[in-house]
């Protein structure tokens, strides 16, 4: 049987820069394989199903938990988020090393139930510099983004608890230090 790939946790508050960085480095790593998550909410504009997030309604999403085919999940912002266990067995089966963009619960679930994960956490350069980022997004209402400013304590103070950690301030520098912790730390197919 081939070697089955390691997963790759990036976890980060709200506005950091986690999806910007996630998606650099998957250019960069072709052969990470990425898990597209289910998700409850809404898509935002530019947003594709199946590409950014497999998005479904509350009681779909309540059906996949029951049926445990969820191999973690978080009620976040008052959406459920999730990784499918069925695509993540699925990925890893094929030797291949799995990129996870989820927050700090979900990554505790992933740490619990495969001890050889490896866990990423991005960190802001200051509290100053996310809510700027947060806001020059545009996407959220500024009741979502509150929602998303509340949770960034909860979310640093988990920072000690991971395997690495990476402060995006310059935004290829960032990229190039994830890249390199997953390169160091690979075991999928073409290391
Ligand atoms: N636990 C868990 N969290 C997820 C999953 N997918 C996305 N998230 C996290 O949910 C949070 C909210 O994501 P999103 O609504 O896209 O907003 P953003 O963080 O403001 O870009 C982020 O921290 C994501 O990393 C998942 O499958 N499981
Ligand atoms: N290193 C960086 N320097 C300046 N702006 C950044 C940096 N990284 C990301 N951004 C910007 O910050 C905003 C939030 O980034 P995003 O990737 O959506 O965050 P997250 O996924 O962590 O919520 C976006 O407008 C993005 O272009």
């Given at each position: 049987m081939s070697q089955k790939g390691r997963i790759f946790v990036l976890s980060a508050p709200s506005g950091t820069g986690k999806s910007t960085v996630g998606e650099r480095v998957r250019q960069r790593l072709p052969r990470l394989a990425y898990s597209v998550s289910v998700t409850t909410r809404k898509p935002r504009p530019g947003e594709e199903h199946g590409k950014d997030y497999f998005f479904v309604s509350v009681e779909d999403f309540k059906k996949r938990i029951a049926r445990g085919e969820m191999a973690e999940y978080a009620e976040v912002y008052g959406n459920y988020y999730g990784t499918s266990a069925l695509v993540l067995e699925e990925l890893m089966d094929q030797g291949k090393d799995v990129f996870l963009d989820i927050e700090i619960k979900g990554a505790a679930q992933i740490r619990k139930s495969i001890k050889d994960a490896c866990l990423i956490f991005l960190l802001p350069p200051s509290l100053e510099e996310l809510e700027k980022r947060l806001r020059s997004r545009?996407?959220?209402t500024e009741e979502e983004i509150k929602k998303r400013l509340d949770r960034v304590t909860l979310e640093m103070e988990?920072?000690?608890?991971?395997?690495y950690r990476v402060v995006n301030d310059d935004l290829e520098k960032a990229v190039e230090e994830v890249c390199e912790i997953i390169a160091k730390g690979s075991l999928g197919e073409g290391r």
């Amino acid at each position: 049987m081939s070697q089955k790939g390691r997963i790759f946790v990036l976890s980060a508050p709200s506005g950091t820069g986690k999806s910007t960085v996630g998606e650099r480095v998957r250019q960069r790593l072709p052969r990470l394989a990425y898990s597209v998550s289910v998700t409850t909410r809404k898509p935002r504009p530019g947003e594709e199903h199946g590409k950014d997030y497999f998005f479904v309604s509350v009681e779909d999403f309540k059906k996949r938990i029951a049926r445990g085919e969820m191999a973690e999940y978080a009620e976040v912002y008052g959406n459920y988020y999730g990784t499918s266990a069925l695509v993540l067995e699925e990925l890893m089966d094929q030797g291949k090393d799995v990129f996870l963009d989820i927050e700090i619960k979900g990554a505790a679930q992933i740490r619990k139930s495969i001890k050889d994960a490896c866990l990423i956490f991005l960190l802001p350069p200051s509290l100053e510099e996310l809510e700027k980022r947060l806001r020059s997004r545009g996407t959220e209402t500024e009741e979502e983004i509150k929602k998303r400013l509340d949770r960034v304590t909860l979310e640093m103070e988990q920072a000690p608890l991971y395997d690495y950690r990476v402060v995006n301030d310059d935004l290829e520098k960032a990229v190039e230090e994830v890249c390199e912790i997953i390169a160091k730390g690979s075991l999928g197919e073409g290391r």
